[in-house]
């Protein structure tokens, strides 16, 4: 059976694509243009998809210094780019729409079997040679997606030390928040939105294990979406933990991360079981058909209040300063109901502490696993990396951010009885916490102030998006985030675009 949904059938993405094309060229310039925006000017032979390739490695070039959002760039781009343009100019199948001849940053924990190094951010993995391209990266190239380079991240996805900021690793060292430099441009996929903030690149692929989509694409005033567990391939991924990693778009806009999953989502014979899993939850004509205008009208839209369990702040005070956009979704046909009671409260955030007891174990197994499948590395395991990092402290900053999470990882002895208990737990606060709390609600999504429902996202495999919510007094960004069920994605795009079209709200950084 195939379980892969490629693209819409053709006539479908043409319809959509003319719909919301513009139709003047006159004004189009490349910063801050769309996906659908790129391929007019590409119809309109105004732009090359080479023109483009050259314009982001320029701006890499002038702004990277400052933001290091970027580690890498592949050396190849323009090749592909030129690859691109010549099957436009040939009208070869599935050219001129979609990410055809667009321009990708992959985070640089996801591999790619090319020029570019696969390395999480350190030096341990420098030189190290993939097996194949993850199973994401062979699905946007098959898409026509240029593969731009690899974006910067915290390093090891944010599971080496405790206490590094987020943004930071050893190869580029700290990340910088374009927006008010002084603040979190948080992790672990940093560069990913940075790079598509800043205009780098068109779009980004960011991984979430817990909160490293939906906090970096709030902290500056990108689009993500982290989509459920299995959805997207995890396979060529540097793993922390199978049980909750993901991967998935960090975008300017809803379209554009929309573009980007309906590429990459799909079963993968190298993350067989979850993507089989997973693959049901796929629309038979793709995610693009759900921006549609009117998509808040009717939905029903949870608001936990006072509750730390969906959020460090998820306080009167935090929900009154979403007031006005709780008051947006209202006015745009949404049900705003407010839960002002969880069932079994304290015994379900009792069980959330399994997840600290759950991934160091889970971490150990599969990074070994990762490690011993590529074709040539310096290391091969958990303590290779840690020897490794011990023997090149200075490089590695190790006095500085000391690896306590990997030394954590070491010690563990696979996923014992402890650990399975923590893993079982984690399962019954999913159940009897936010899968309970959406269907006695009758809920469509749940609403968190910027990212402070990710942790509930993250430990069931649910879906969650983020979207740009404004800026506080100091300029700095902030999001809103709308969360689900497992394969609620089609629903979270249509409340999502219906918020995102009714503010628009994000604004560039004043570079």
Not at 205 to 229: F, R
Request: charged share 20%.
């Amino acid at each position: 059976m195939n379980y892969k949904i490629i693209i819409p059938s053709i006539f479908l993405v043409i319809l959509i694509f003319q719909s919301i094309v513009p139709t003047k060229s006159s004004s189009f310039t490349i910063p801050e243009a769309n996906i659908n925006e790129i391929q007019a000017a590409f119809k309109q032979n105004i732009l090359t998809s080479k023109d483009l390739v050259k314009f982001y490695i320029k701006q890499i070039q002038k702004l990277n210094p400052i933001y290091k959002a970027v580690i890498e760039v592949n050396p190849d781009a323009i090749q592909q780019a030129e690859k691109a343009d010549k099957e436009r100019k040939n009208k070869s199948p599935n050219s001129g729409f979609g990410l055809h001849g667009i321009p990708v940053l992959i985070k640089d924990n996801i591999a790619t079997k090319d020029k570019l190094n696969t390395t999480a951010g350190s030096y341990a993995l420098l030189k190290s040679i993939v097996p194949r391209d993850a199973g994401v990266v062979k699905k946007l190239r098959e898409s026509g997606a240029i593969i731009l380079g690899k974006s910067s991240l915290s390093e090891w996805a944010h599971f080496r030390s405790s206490i590094a900021p987020s943004g930071w690793n050893a190869r580029t060292n700290q990340a910088v928040n374009p927006y008010v430099a002084k603040i979190d441009p948080c992790g672990s996929s940093t560069g990913s939105a940075i790079s598509v903030a800043t205009n780098m690149v068109t779009v980004s692929l960011g991984t979430e294990t817990d909160g490293s989509i939906i906090c970096p694409s709030d902290a500056n005033s990108v689009v993500g979406i982290k989509p459920t567990l299995g959805l997207t391939s995890r396979s060529g991924v540097i793993p922390i933990s199978p049980r909750q990693d993901s991967v998935g778009p960090i975008c300017r806009t809803l379209t554009d991360a929309v573009y980007v999953l309906d590429a990459i989502v799909g079963y993968d014979k190298y993350d067989a079981v979850a993507t089989k899993k997973a693959s049901k939850y796929i629309p038979k004509d793709g995610y693009l058909k759900h921006l549609k205008s009117g998509g808040l009208k009717g939905k029903r839209l949870g608001i936990v209040r006072a509750y730390s369990y969906f959020g460090f702040a998820n306080d009167t005070q935090t929900l009154n300063k979403y007031k006005k956009h709780f008051d947006i979704l209202s006015q745009n046909g949404a049900s705003m109901i407010e839960i002002l009671e969880l069932k079994n409260y304290d015994d379900i955030v009792s069980m959330f502490y399994g997840e600290d007891i759950a991934l160091p174990a889970e971490f150990k197994i599969a990074l070994n696993a990762y490690l011993k499948e590529l074709v040539s590395s310096p290391v091969r395991s958990l303590a290779d990396v840690i020897a490794f990092n011990e023997k090149f402290a200075v490089l590695e900053k190790i006095k500085e951010y000391p690896q306590d999470l990997f030394l954590d990882a070491e010690k563990t002895k696979g996923m014992g009885k402890f650990e399975k208990q923590a893993v079982t737990n984690l399962t019954k606060a999913s159940k009897y916490g936010l899968e309970r709390l959406m269907k006695d609600n009758k809920l469509d999504a749940l609403v968190t102030p910027s990212w402070f429902g990710a942790s509930v996202l993250a430990i069931g495999g649910y879906p969650g998006i983020s979207v740009p919510a404004g800026y506080d007094e100091n300029g700095a960004p902030y999001g809103i985030c709308f969360g689900g069920l497992k394969g609620s994605e089609p629903t979270l795009i249509e409340i999502s675009y219906g918020f995102e079209q009714a503010t628009m709200f994000r604004k560039p950084p004043k570079i």
